[in-house]
């Protein structure tokens, strides 16, 4: 891990165009490995109206966008936060702006491949922003992590060891929270709504917080082009928590969708999404 720290800090010195063409590069070959198969499952399973060779296309695309944005985290972790923050652009922050440090806030902010340049991008916009990560086995790699995300703003890292008493306790000081909900974490806490029209377990983490501390919920979706990052917030839900816990991630997931329907090769397939399946119902990935 050392060496990955090492290999990070020495592409903060190269221009981002050449960082974007060694990540399809690096992204064209991971895609002959890994999870391909996992990829590719998941998007038979969201997409049957694609053909096969429609839907290897987007896989490519998937591992080259994604190795590409792993990459961009040398420039995002080393290089001075100025430039390391020049071509992340926010969009409509104006929605954050009237509610910030006024109101709790939830970002939505779904696994697309820019993630991590969004959550910069908005930790160095409004400081007090704080999220949510999995301590990492590896402790150099869990202390570069840190420090990484620690750099822009003054955030609060609340691991998912510690669980939701931390994240309640913040969002009750009105400090918004940039949260990732849309994994699978197993049937524990979660309900079996749709997505792409499949039966998906589903946190109702995001409706239980919302009603405990009032939060509004706004959206926030980093979007990967040729040279730069965009990260864009829509207005912040109305009627929401509804009160009914499933409508809610019913919701959520429709949302996560659409915005996944106009960038399929940005979301983050490689993901076993689907692998807590209904009592009965038999694994997609076996």
Known sequence: MR???????????LPPRWVAALGHALGSSL?????????????????????????????????????RATLDLG???????PVALENIRLVDR????????????????????GLDLGGARISSDFPLTFSMY????NKVFDAGLRRARTRFGDPLLVTRQQGLRPVLKALKQKKPFYYLPDMDFGARDAVFVPFFGVPTATVTAMSRLAELTGAKVIPCITRQYADHYEVRLYPAWDNFPSGDLEADARRMN????????????????????FKTRPPGEASFYK
């Open 31 to 67: 895609y002959h490995f890994g999870r391909r198969r996992i990829t590719l499952v998941n998007l038979r399973l969201c997409f049957p109206e694609k053909t096969e060779e429609e839907r290897i296309r987007i896989g490519r695309r998937v591992f080259q966008n994604l190795a």
């Open 3 to 13: 060496l990955v720290l090492v290999l990070l800090w020495l592409l903060r010195w």
């Open 75 to 81: 420039r995002l972790w080393y290089a001075p936060v």
């Open 134 to 137: 999995s301590e990492q086995k």
């Open 94 to 113: 104006h929605y954050l702006d009237e509610l910030y440090l006024k109101e709790p806030v939830i970002l939505l902010a779904p696994h697309f491949v």
């Open 254 to 273: 429709a949302f996560i969708e659409e915005r996944t329907r106009e960038m399929p090769d940005q979301y983050y397939w490689v993901h076993k999404r």
